[in-house]
Each structure stands twice: as C-alpha cells, then as structure tokens.
C-alpha cells in the first residue's frame, strides 16, 4: 500500500489536518504526527481532546508523537513507498525550522528527509499578515522544490458550510498530489 505522511503543527485550522488524514487514509496508508501545540490549539478550536483524536484515527493510520525521533519515518531509508508528506496546517515556527534545517522533532525531521530524498511536501502554511521573515522562508523552501500552499479558501465554489470551506482547501491540496476526489466543485464543472 502506497503511503503519505501528514503532520499537523500549532497553527490555526488543526481540521484541514484532520481532514486529510481521514480523506488519505480512504486509499493510502497514513503515517501521522502531530505536535504538542496542534493538541493544544486542536482542543481549543475543535473542543477535540488529543485522547478523543487518538481514539477516532480511521484505520490505516499510524500515529507518532512529535518527540518520537526514532520512529521509522525519521529514515531516508523508510521512504521509498512514501508518495509525499503534507504538513497541515504549518505554523510559521515549524515553516521556519523546515526552511532552516533545523530539525528539533520528528516532523522538522521528516520534512528534512521528505527533502533530501526529493519528495513531494507541501505546507499549509496559516499566518495573516506575513512577516518578510515568513516570506522569506516561504521562498527558501520554495526554491528548495517545496510547495508552499496557504490556507486560502476561495468562493467561486459557492461554499454555504464551513465544511465546505474546509473541503476546499483540503481538496486543493489533494489536487497538488494528483488525487482524486470530489470534496469541492470545480470551477465550471457542470458547463464540460
Ligand atoms: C489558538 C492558537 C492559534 C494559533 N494560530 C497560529 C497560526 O495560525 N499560525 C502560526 O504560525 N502560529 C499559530 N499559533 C502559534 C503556534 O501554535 C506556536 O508558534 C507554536 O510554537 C507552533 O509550534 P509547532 O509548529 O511545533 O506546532 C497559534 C497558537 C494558538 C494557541
């Protein structure tokens, strides 16, 4: 079974992370880590504690917590069936250590691998406004061959729900991997 790693750092918007590990883990294995701050701000924005996280994993899912440095995704020798890691959503902290090499947990680490080993990695980064500090690590890791996807909801879709909203921007980062699925409604989909 072809597998993704996705992690889910402090930023604001811990359910895009949810929400992929549950859409991914339909077709693919998923290896999940998430930070001690993304338990935090999940509990304070979702009212989800990380035991209630823990117990509603789907199936398919493997969870590593951020001090788990050993776990096998901390090898480049593990990734050969890895098709991409997506962090999601990406605190600016964790886009700053990965566009650094700074590699503190086990998600900065599995990012550094993720690029060493030229995978395909994608950040939902969530900060508004930017700093130039932000932009400019954007940037590195851009040039680097990262994605850098914000977490930037459009309307042409005419979402009426906040989970449409959250499908949107989960959708789009589905479509960076080539995925498919029909979380949104494409733009002039019904005049094909
Ligand atoms: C409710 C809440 C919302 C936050 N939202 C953001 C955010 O949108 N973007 C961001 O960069 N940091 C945000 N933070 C701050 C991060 O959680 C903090 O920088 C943390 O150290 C990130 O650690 P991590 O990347 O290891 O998870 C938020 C914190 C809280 C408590």
Known sequence: MKKFI???TGASGSIY??????????KYFVYAVVSKNAYLVMEKEEGI????????????????????I?????????????EGVIVAPCSMGTLGAVANGISNNLIHRTVDVAMKERKKVCLLVREMPFSLIHIEN???????????????????????TVEDIINF?????????????????????DED
């Open 49 to 68: 504690s990380r035991e209630n996280f823990i117990k509603n994993l789907p199936e398919n899912v493997e969870l590593f917590s951020e001090n788990a």
């Open 169 to 189: 921007v989960v959708g789009k980062v589905l479509d960076i991997f080539g995925i498919e699925h029909s979380l949104y409604r494409r733009w002039k989909k």
């Open 17 to 26: 992370g949810i929400r992929l590990i549950n859409e991914l883990s339909k």
């Open 70 to 82: 050993d776990a096998p995704i901390a090898s480049g020798s593990r990734f050969s069936s890895i």
């Open 138 to 160: 954007m940037k590195k890791f851009t040039l680097a061959g990262g994605i850098i996807a914000p977490a930037s909801p459009a309307f042409y879709h005419k979402p009426e």
């Open 6 to 8: 996705v992690c889910i």
